[in-house]
């Protein structure tokens, strides 16, 4: 017996695995983080800093509500039925995500987690807010193409946050097995990895998704001309 998935349906499911993870991701760390106590802190703080756990506070929260929003962007359906509402989300997919981004910025600057992890928030920070900003040119522009070229990397950043937890807890399960792993190593390599990993499927998507079918596109009509 042979299944056959329909591109339809596989889309459909890689939505909704993106979207069920991150609304888990996202909802566990906005009650983590809603206490005002820093016990809840999920990370070590810095005994130096009283308001490190602000700090985190102030970019988990906001942060927790751009990956909620994310994947409803991308819902073609949605998009085209309530134009309005993407408008209204996208407003507060920005404005979440200057918060947030700042806010990691400092929280990075007061991480005990040593400077390999710091080095990779800033430069993620930097992408965030570089691809954000490129993201909203571009739709203020009317390039409809180009702002989804850009909040796919965009997104994609933020689900860095997602594939990150993922990776700490094989991390985790490996450090049962190979007890003379650190924390700290397990920490930066899944901070490293996840922005790897999701960086080059933003890309292959853009490319696959995005830039192939417009190059066809393009090809067929210089054909088509010059016939
Ligand atoms: C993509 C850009 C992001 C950057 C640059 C960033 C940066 C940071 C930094 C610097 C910390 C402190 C970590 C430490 O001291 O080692 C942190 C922690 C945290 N971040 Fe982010 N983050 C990003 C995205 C997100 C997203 C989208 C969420 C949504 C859930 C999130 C949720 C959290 C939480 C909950 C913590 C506290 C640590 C924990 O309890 O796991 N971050 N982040």
């Given at each position: 017996?042979?299944?056959?998935?329909?591109?339809?349906?596989?889309?459909?499911?890689?939505?909704?695995?993106?979207?069920?993870?991150?609304?888990?991701?996202?909802?566990?760390?906005?009650?983590?983080?809603?206490?005002?106590?820093?016990?809840?802190?999920?990370?070590?703080?810095?005994?130096?800093?009283?308001?490190?756990?602000?700090?985190?506070?102030?970019?988990?929260?906001?942060?927790?509500?751009?990956?909620?929003?994310?994947?409803?962007?991308?819902?073609?359906?949605?998009?085209?039925?309530?134009?309005?509402?993407?408008?209204?989300?996208?407003?507060?997919?920005?404005?979440?995500?200057?918060?947030?981004?700042?806010?990691?910025?400092?929280?990075?600057?007061?991480?005990?987690?040593?400077?390999?992890?710091?080095?990779?928030?800033?430069?993620?920070?930097?992408?965030?807010?570089?691809?954000?900003?490129?993201?909203?040119?571009?739709?203020?522009?009317?390039?409809?193409q180009l702002?989804r070229i850009w909040?796919i990397?965009?997104?994609?950043?933020?689900?860095?946050?997602?594939?990150?937890?993922?990776?700490?807890?094989?991390?985790?399960?490996?450090?049962?097995?190979?007890?003379?792993?650190?924390?700290?190593?397990?920490?930066?390599?899944?901070?490293?990895?996840?922005?790897?990993?999701?960086?080059?499927?933003?890309?292959?998507?853009v490319?696959?998704?995005t830039?192939?079918?417009?190059?066809?596109?393009?090809?067929?009509?210089?054909?088509?001309?010059?016939?």
């Amino acid at each position: 017996m042979t299944f056959s998935v329909s591109r339809r349906s596989r889309r459909r499911i890689a939505w909704a695995a993106v979207a069920v993870s991150a609304a888990g991701v996202a909802l566990f760390s906005a009650f983590t983080y809603l206490s005002p106590d820093p016990a809840s802190s999920r990370i070590p703080l810095n005994p130096a800093i009283g308001l490190h756990y602000l700090t985190i506070v102030l970019h988990a929260l906001p942060a927790s509500l751009v990956l909620l929003i994310g994947p409803f962007q991308f819902a073609a359906k949605l998009r085209a039925r309530r134009p309005k509402l993407h408008r209204v989300l996208g407003r507060v997919y920005v404005v979440s995500m200057i918060f947030g981004a700042v806010a990691a910025i400092v929280a990075a600057t007061f991480s005990v987690d040593g400077i390999s992890a710091q080095i990779a928030f800033y430069l993620l920070s930097a992408a965030w807010l570089y691809t954000l900003y490129r993201g909203y040119t571009f739709i203020r522009q009317g390039q409809i193409q180009l702002h989804r070229i850009w909040m796919i990397r965009n997104y994609a950043l933020s689900f860095a946050a997602v594939v990150l937890r993922g990776f700490l807890g094989i991390g985790l399960v490996m450090k049962g097995f190979f007890p003379s792993l650190n924390f700290a190593d397990i920490y930066t390599t899944s901070v490293w990895g996840s922005i790897l990993v999701c960086a080059v499927v933003a890309e292959y998507f853009v490319i696959n998704k995005t830039l192939t079918p417009l190059v066809r596109k393009r090809t067929a009509e210089v054909h088509s001309q010059a016939a």
